[in-house]
């Protein structure tokens, strides 16, 4: 929801205060922990370019990941305005400030395009590169939810366009790091299809929990075209080509990183899990923190796969070597 909870109460005749905590609301601040999706991209070329971390480099790093988060909430700003009609459909959303009508219009569309412009300038001192993908994060955000293309209302594509923000984030830690080079296509596209895994199982959740597809494409038009049994079918897919592109990377650069194959596929696993949970946190992943067995397996995850992008372990590559004659294309 954000800064402070909303109801129909609220609505009537509201304070200046309240609008003004609405408008604050509707930047998801608490929707930054997503940009947790940053960090890969810092650590990534730390570990293979051996970059030394000084003072210059960490004040990149903090100033690139507040314009993103600039840049985030501006997405959020556009979302909650253009999704007031719809969100008054949905059980919890409809008391979204924006849904409850605490949001000005013209100012709403102002504050969009300020955060917009602070985020874009702020990433200007670190690199050009930073702002040409922060530009196109926020471009992404408009095809998702402005008409006539609004993505989100498009099966598969509100999925594919919602969750490319994902290597978009790898990118940009990457831009605060160094601008002499760019990630692995594997890597990006692992990054992708990972957070298609994600994004699908939040539809799957969401569509689940309706449990009326009538009600459900009134509130979002591509559940319409959906069924329990196609999403699901889309989460293997995500899920099976996030894992083989992960493997074509640690293939080609980091052998080491087979070790956490476990650990990932538990984390999926768990997520897969919560899915089917009522209410679930896999609705409204601000939240997720809240699962302790998800977050201890993410944690675990993450401190396995930072430990073996600086440290080899002796025999991995030995025991995964070629064993069969590797003969060169014709």
């Known amino acids: 929801m954000g800064l402070q909870q909303f109801d129909k109460a609220s609505a009537v005749n509201p304070s200046l205060k309240t609008r003004l905590l609405a408008h604050l609301a509707i930047c998801r601040i608490d929707h930054w922990t997503k940009n947790v999706f940053i960090l890969p991209g810092i650590l990534i070329p730390l570990s293979f ?53 605490l949001i000005n219009t013209p100012l709403g569309y102002v504050q969009w395009l300020g955060l917009m412009a602070v985020g874009l300038a702020m990433a200007a001192t670190v690199s050009k590169p930073l702002v040409w993908t922060l530009a196109v994060l926020w471009v992404m955000g408009c095809l998702y939810n402005i008409p006539p293309i609004r993505t989100k209302d498009l099966p598969y594509l509100d999925v594919l366009s919602e969750s490319v923000n994902n290597p978009l984030r790898m990118l940009a830690g990457w831009y605060m790091v160094t601008t002499t080079s760019i990630p692995p296509a594997s890597l990006l596209t692992s990054y992708w299809m990972v957070g298609c895994y994600f994004m699908a199982l939040k539809r799957f959740s969401e569509f689940r929990e309706i449990a009326d597809q009538g009600r459900a494409s009134a509130y979002r038009k591509s559940f319409g075209y959906y069924t329990e049994r196609s999403l699901l079918v889309s989460v293997t897919f995500y899920g099976a080509a996030a894992m083989l592109f992960f493997g074509a990377f640690l293939i080609r650069y980091r052998m080491a990183l087979v070790l956490t194959f476990p650990l990932v596929a538990l984390v999926m696993a768990i997520y897969f899990h919560l899915a089917f949970e009522p209410n679930s946190a896999v609705q409204n992943p601000e939240y997720l923190y809240k699962q302790k067995g998800l977050m201890a397996a993410v944690i675990v995850c993450a401190l396995a796969m930072g430990a073996l992008m600086f440290y080899d372990v002796p025999g991995v590559s030995r025991v995964f070597s070629a064993t069969l004659p590797i003969e060169p294309l014709p």
């Open 49 to 101: 370019l051996h970059i030394p971390i000084t003072s210059e480099l960490t004040w990149n790093i903090v100033i690139g990941t507040l314009a993103a988060c600039l840049i985030a909430s501006s997405n959020y700003v556009i979302n909650e305005m253009l999704d007031a009609p719809f969100d008054r459909l949905h059980p919890t959303k409809c008391t979204r400030p924006a849904a409850l009508g």
